[in-house]
């Protein structure tokens, strides 16, 4: 998944990752055949940037990112106000952004963002303030102690790229990574890929590898991220590199189905529990 931005109540709020691809392990990869995972495809939305892989079952999708944030939160409040303070709640909404491990894959998006990483809004449970009111030092003292005490109040935090992740899906990801980099039928599309840019006189940014230099204007940048596009289409498909990449983590999981069973039933307990807590702090059903 793309790297999720939410808006959060507290700073109770899951790490944020950015949109950075995950490290190519330097540990030694598994030997793993991709044939196992074949029937596996990225499911990518044109419109909204919005990608869904194999592994996505098993982190957080950004809707449940944002509910367990806000019980997180609401938990931490109900901390404050046992402490004899009054509490005033964030709100709003949150963004999420384009997963682009492998550059621009969208037309439209290209087209509409040059280079940029489309924004999705995820709507939040709570209008969003103007402006919260001041906090004096002991009502900042008190927020603090109750973020420490009540942490993520059991809460796992199932985000892809957290930093220190050691866990299986973690693992899986930075596997599936370092396989689709040395899979034969990648490396091929990828240097397809790279002649057709030469010869349409483009090339790749310094130090990053799917990012194509444009002159700076944004003109330029929509039209390079276009031919960008079309170079990827001409030399198999904007998808391939994420339908390679899907396929190495559906291999994988097949690896790991126990964990992975065991963890899906931890992330839905989670989301479970987290519009508990919500509804016992007056959210509607409607809105979760």
């Known amino acids: 998944m793309a790297l999720l931005v939410v808006a959060c109540m507290t700073t109770a709020c899951s790490a944020q990752t950015d949109s950075s691809p995950a490290p190519v392990p330097t540990r030694s990869l598994p030997a793993v055949d991709r044939a196992l995972g074949a029937g ?3 499911i990518l939305n044109e419109a909204t940037g919005e ?7 098993y982190w957080y999708s950004d809707r449940e990112n944002v509910l367990v944030n806000y019980a997180v939160a609401f938990l931490i409040y109900d901390c404050v106000e046992e402490a004899g303070f009054t509490v005033a709640t964030w709100g709003g909404d949150g963004k999420a952004l384009q997963e682009r491990r492998y550059g621009q894959w969208s037309r439209s998006l290209a087209a509409k963002n040059g280079n940029l990483p489309q924004i999705r809004i995820i709507p939040g449970l709570l209008p969003a303030q103007a402006e919260r009111p001041g906090q004096s030092p002991e009502r900042e003292r008190a927020e603090a102690k109750c973020s420490n005490t009540v942490g993520r109040a059991g809460f796992p935090e199932l985000l892809e790229g957290l930093a220190g992740d050691l866990s299986v899906q973690q693992q899986i990801t930075q596997d599936a990574v370092g ?3 040395r899979d034969p039928e990648y490396l091929a599309y990828r240097e397809a890929w790279q002649e057709c840019l030469a010869e349409k006189g483009l090339k790749l940014g310094a130090g990053d ?8 204007s944004k003109e330029d940048e929509i039209r390079v991220a276009v031919l960008d596009v079309d170079c990827k289409e001409s030399s198999g498909g904007a998808r391939k590199p994420y339908d390679i990449f899907a396929q190495y983590q559906a291999a994988l999981i097949k690896e790991h189905q126990a964990e992975l069973n065991a963890l899906a039933e931890q ?3 989670s989301v479970e529990r987290a519009k508990q807590v919500l509804r016992d702090h007056g959210v ?3 809105r979760l």
């Open 40 to 42: 596996a495809r990225a």
């Open 51 to 57: 990608m869904v892989l194999p592994m996505s079952a």
């Open 179 to 181: 396989l689709t980099a």
């Open 209 to 216: 590898t799917w990012t194509v230099e444009s002159g700076g």
């Open 267 to 269: 992330k839905k307990a």
């Open 284 to 286: 509607a059903d409607a």
